[in-house]
């Protein structure tokens, strides 16, 4: 059970300090695993002071996202001393009293928000802040795209490809397996667009880079007009860069995508190929489908009864089998573009068209 109590208990063991909880809330939605936000009082008397921890629990189904959260912390050891901005990871555990024996980490809460106000404000105002929302943004995928991950030892924790040109393959073969490991019924139709995928397979990434897995609003931590700190990496894997731009959850919708992506690529050194940026559009539907209909096996064993796990597994391979069959045999950019999410004013969120 996870109450103040339990949390100020273990807090007490690990930083072998006196700890007092004055506040301790789970942020939602968190569907993937459970996020709790730690307010605390560490020490005594004099040497009391405030410190605001973040404490990240697997779910007693495992997770949504079929990956050990123990990689998820081991990424953030890796990142905290490079000039990716990561809270500050502390410590992982598994199989003890506390959070029964879930896997579990924590780490230092950096002061900001996910979201950042009056991003949709209308007119000029507005506008300049949408601009600059995109490009700082773009700036930090930069970043983690451009960064040397082999000298953070990344590739001890993620499967390095042998070569660029195998960055895409590794990670769908990956995901492949996973799907028909853990689908909860055929889906005749996302199979027969998973081989048709298989068979468009780029082989023209310019480098393998260190990538986020989903990243945009609501991801990552934002002050000032600022990210100060990048969230969430239980999808982390040395891969294109390009699928970083798929799962960006509109980010290429705040501004103009074609100026979005040339001042991310001035910034990270190398250009995307728009093909492979197609295909990681149409790979991602098939990725976030895996997720969410994997997270049913939970519910159907009676580890996690939540109801909204029942419908994203369900209703999420229903709607990709029939939205990835209906793209099956077009050209790779033309499908992309029949399922890219849309802008405000209806229009795609495509590279070459304004949104």
Known sequence: MVDAGAVAGYFAERLDEAVTVSSLKQTFPGMS????????????????????????????SGGI?????????????RLWPSPVPVAEPLWYDEGLAFAEGRPHMVRELVEGATNVPDLM????????????VAF??????????????KQYGLDEVLAAPKSPADAIRQDFEMWKEIWFECRSAPYPEITDALYWLE???????????LIKGNNGIGEEIWRDGKIVAMSDWELAALGDAAQDWAFSQGMLGLWDPDETLAHYEEAAGFKLSPRTMAFSQLFIAFKSTVCLNSALRGFMDGRDR????????????RNAAGRLASVVGMELEEAARALAPRGPDGSPYIRGERS
């Open 121 to 132: 404000a209308p007119g000029a105002e507005g506008d300049a802040l949408r601009r600059s």
């Open 136 to 149: 700082e943004h773009a700036e930090k995928l930069a970043l983690v795209h451009s960064l040397d991950w």
């Open 65 to 77: 996202v079929p990956l050990p959260l123990k990689t998820e912390w081991e990424v953030y050891v």
């Open 33 to 60: 695993r459970e996020t709790w936000i730690v307010e605390a009082e560490v020490g005594e008397r004099a040497a009391k002071r405030r410190r605001d921890l973040v404490l990240r629990i697997d779910l007693p």
């Open 199 to 209: 068979e468009q397979i780029p082989t023209d990434s310019p480098r393998t880079s």
């Open 306 to 317: 939540r109801p909204g796990v029942a419908v994203m597994g369900i209703s999420s391979p």
